[in-house]
């Protein structure tokens, strides 16, 4: 496989080109809003939690890591003034190789003046932008993201059987593949220590008891079977999570990533990874893209989820849930149209067309907010939660 | 159309895709459309659920997808549904009742 990517300073790969309007306060998020209105490349990304650093370091580290997403061109950072997180400090930790604008709102005079300054310098990043050339690159620049969503029964049948497939055949082929979800792998620990080394397989089993401990409550069960699930033939909690699982093909475990309050963990060969990538999907969004993640692929048997920067291929294996949400129809597996193989070249070629920029199925409609899902380490102080560096 | 699916060379079940009625026959087709064998449904068994496409004794690990998703609890001949009436997980189960409940709606014989 082939494809044109923007190559970064870095080594990194760009399959998008966007210009990333950071707001690192809350209330600067009207600010930036109006400023991407100057441009479709524009993509905002608003901490919504907090204008203080305190306590909310991780929060930050994600900021720093989105902006070194190579699917980001370059960055406009919008602080008030008043915040605790200092945009200067964002920048030069952001590094060299981009082009980065500070606009702080109480120097610019106030709003309407912030969003002036904004949309011109929006306008000279865009020009930047489209002039920069693309490279001929191939699977190996690949980082891709795996993630289900409103799975059923055809999940673990179709959509995601497929889906492990391709991400055997992007490792075959020297990319990286980065799953997440840790609290749906409740019961895949001991199938997950075959394929990791000890300390691989004590740093997953730390970090699913991690989210044990954020998910449950004293004198509540955790919940993580229904009857509906029952009925559905699903008879064990491992028939579920290994269902769950199998989006990550056969390779082994080469580390989990992790997003604490002393950074975010980058892949750094080629392999299979699991991370703390959350299972909710606006923050899986955010996840994935400060892993370095150009693309994610999603199963699901519902409708289709997006976002701006990273995009996303939607397969199902669902008959009933096919639309023009769905990317790759996975559902020949089941009811004897296609093959497991189909479907995995199906999806491929859905990778190749997308790296050279095609758009997926609903990329710039309908897309949900990046959302910055953040572990607030008051929180995991109280809930014990010990990181595994 | 009436199948069941078979996803791995190791496992010893099949996932149904639509209900077959006691009596009739599975048609176990792989992940790639080839059908792997025929075997009579010795009990009704709903859809996405499991037969047994060989004989599991008492203790054997139950395996789906290649990897071990439970342990029979009882004997299970082939053929026979395989579910919470003779399978147990290696961590944790459904609550009790819940599993009663599940045995009663599906009318599973026990």
Redesign the interface.
Known sequence: MKFNGYKRHDGSVGIRNKTLIIATDECCEGIVQNIAKASEEAVVLTNYMTCMLGGNEETYNQLVAVSKNPNVANVIIVAMGCGSIDPNTLKSDIGEGKSVEIIVAQKSKGTRNSIQEGQEILKRFRTEADAMAKEECDMSSLIVGIKCGGSDTSSGLAANPAVGEVSDRIIKQGGITIGGELFELIGCEESLSKRSSKEVSEKINRLIDNEKRRYSVEGVETETMSIGNGIGGLTTIEEKSLGALYKFGSENVVDVLEINHNGVDKPKKSGLYLSEATMLCGGANVNFASFGAQLILWTTASAGVSNPLVPVITVSGNESVINDDIDVDASGIINGKTTLNEVADNIIDKIEKTCNGEKTSIEGLGTVTLTLYQKDRRTESFLNIRNCK | ?K?F?Y?DEKDNVA???AKHAKNEVAKV?S???QLVEEIECTCEI?????IATKDISEGDD?Y??G????RAIKPIKKGEL???HN?????????KE??D??IR??EIEV
Do not use: C, E, F
Request: aromatic share 12%; charged share 10%; glycine share 2%.
């Open positions: 159309m199948r699916i996803l996932t149904a895709i087709y992940v790639n459309n709903w859809a996405y659920n499991k139950i789906k997808y990897q071990i998703i439970g395989v579910h919470v399978v147990t997980s290696l961590t944790v189960n459904y609550p819940i599993n409940d599940i709606q599906m």
